[in-house]
């Protein structure tokens, strides 16, 4: 299937002849099975022009495979676009910055959120003050004194607007106040006939991409003119056009898709400092990232999505509506048996069940006790623990905890300590070099022993441990190799939320599809 033959003009470099293509591999190094497994499956996807979905473990060198890969096949003739795939996925988003999918190889590297991305990219979630602000924002532009001809399209989506929010405001009077923060049941739901008839009455049947089109143009004609002019905000740009390619997806052809959104309009009550405050919304919530994918598969030349985490791949390509003819499990770069311990922790320091569902997490046992287990792995460990927790609130809640208990001042005695903020850009990469650094300066052995092995009674830092949130910023594609992560510990498990109110419609939803099979 492949063979690697170095070649002579770039000593630097491995040659890999893989499907008929000469693949260039960088680093002086020969691909490791699994990366040619994943060029391999990904050069059949594009000389077939098929879709492929190709899961390699994290740490096995996928992304370098799929980059050399899809290089290789694409270097005579292709332009290359690197960009976060919201763009590729989200058509608002790709309408805004230009690009155009027109038989073009689409690589989605990390590709396990694709479907909630598609989903989310089908969706809205509108208050009156937002439609307010959108509203006005078009009137001020309608409004001025300029020798410049507004196009109708102003007001046709001025108006449609206008018309939403009227329907808005008739129809969230009927649903009850909620009581309390906990109170999740304040809600209406539209049927799909009634919110077909909803969206037609309000005429989002009667505009479309045509009419943004031509405010986009008008926005920059004038931005480009002399003179003093009103220009639409942000805001108001990017409501109207979410509203009106939500709207579009589900009255394409004739509603066709209608059945996978759902229609509703919510009341939830949130605590501030100063007072509770309920927050009504208009939502439109796509269940099935099918409606948005299913358009990138049809124009795009292949397909490639990569990740660590695919599999059950059955049911994974069912949620995105499209055959992926070309399939790859991958094997990992390391000797699972030999080089990994993995393992399940029943019960902490104390006899403590370590059950994490919210409730007993909640209780200062289940707190002092996982502390205290990290205690003990921190003096045996060396180098970098990974905890992974379900949310930023359960970061918060252990290390208030900790502090106050004395378990985190103990724990800083064996590890310097790190927790995730919620913010990312500058602040977190600093954090990130900073925990790297403090690996880097200590000794790659643990902190209760010396060089020969030997208990000593004064113990000091040997790594650092790093809090993090699951699916948050640390856990995304951050390689933590060597004596970064000598050990991750894993604290739950992500569920969402049952109970929420978008998880249980699109369960129901699940469901129905399954019966109808």
């Known amino acids: 299937m492949a063979s690697p033959t170095p070649t002579s003009s770039a000593p630097n470099e491995t040659s890999v002849l893989i499907m008929g293509h000469r693949v260039a591999f960088p680093a002086g190094k020969s691909p490791f099975p699994a990366q040619l497994a994943v060029m391999s499956s990904t050069l059949s996807a594009l000389n077939r022009k098929q879709h492929a979905l190709v899961e390699s473990p994290t740490g096995s060198g996928k992304t370098l495979a799929l980059l050399s890969s899809c290089l290789t096949f694409q270097r005579a003739f292709a332009h290359i676009v690197f960009c976060p795939y919201n ?3 989200d058509p608002s988003i790709r309408k805004a910055v230009g690009i155009t999918l027109h038989n073009s190889i689409v690589v989605l590297d990390e590709a396990h959120n694709v479907e909630d991305t598609c989903r989310s990219g089908a969706s809205l979630e509108l208050t009156d003050n937002i439609l307010a602000a959108t509203i006005k924002s078009f009137n001020d532009v309608l409004k001025q004194d300029t020798h410049l001809m507004i196009p109708e399209a102003y007001d046709a989506v001025r108006y449609v607007l206008s018309c939403v929010k009227t329907w808005f405001n008739i129809n969230e009077e009927l649903i009850r106040e909620p009581e309390d923060p906990n109170d999740d049941d304040c809600y209406k739901l539209w049927s799909t006939d009634d919110a077909l008839a909803m969206l037609r009455e309000c005429g989002l049947a009667e505009v479309g991409e045509s009419d943004l089109e031509q405010i986009v143009q008008n926005e920059q004609m004038m931005m480009n003119s002399p003179g003093k002019k009103i220009l639409l905000n942000s805001l108001a740009l990017s409501t109207a056009t979410r509203v009106i390619s939500v709207a579009s997806y589900m009255l394409h052809s004739n509603g066709k898709d209608a059945d996978d959104f759902k229609v509703l309009i919510t009341k939830k009550m949130r605590r501030t400092d100063d007072a509770e405050v309920i927050d009504t919304k208009l939502c439109i919530w796509c269940l099935s990232a099918a409606v948005v994918f299913s358009g990138v598969a049809s124009q795009a030349h292949s397909v490639i999505l990569a990740s660590g985490t695919l599999s059950p791949m059955d049911s994974f390509a069912g949620e995105l509506g499209v055959d992926f003819l070309i399939r790859l499990e991958a094997n990992h770069v390391v000797n699972m048996r030999k080089q990994v311990f993995v393992g399940a922790v029943m019960s902490g320091p104390g006899g403590v069940d370590l059950i994490s569902t919210y409730k007993n997490q909640q209780k200062f046992q289940y707190q002092d006790s996982m502390g205290e287990l990290l205690l003990q792995y921190a003096q045996v460990i060396p180098g970098g623990i990974l905890v992974f927790v379900p949310s930023y609130a359960l ?38 070099d900073e925990y790297k650094r403090t690996i880097a300066g200590a000794l790659d052995y643990p902190s209760g022993w010396d060089t020969e092995g030997n208990s000593i009674d004064e113990p000091r830092q040997s790594g650092a441990i790093f809090i993090a949130v699951y699916r948050g910023k640390v856990s995304e594609g951050i390689d933590f190799s060597d004596a970064n992560a000598r050990a991750v510990l894993c604290v739950g498990i992500p569920f969402p939320n049952f109970k929420d109110l978008q998880v249980s419609l699109k369960r129901e939803y699940q469901d129905k599809k399954r019966s109808e099979r």
């Open 87 to 89: 763009y590729i996925l």
């Open 395 to 432: 970061i918060a809640t252990l290390e208030g905890r900790w502090r106050r208990m004395g378990i985190w001042e103990q724990l800083e005695k064996h590890k310097r300590m790190f927790s995730e903020p919620r913010v990312g850009g500058k602040e977190f990469d600093e954090l990130l």
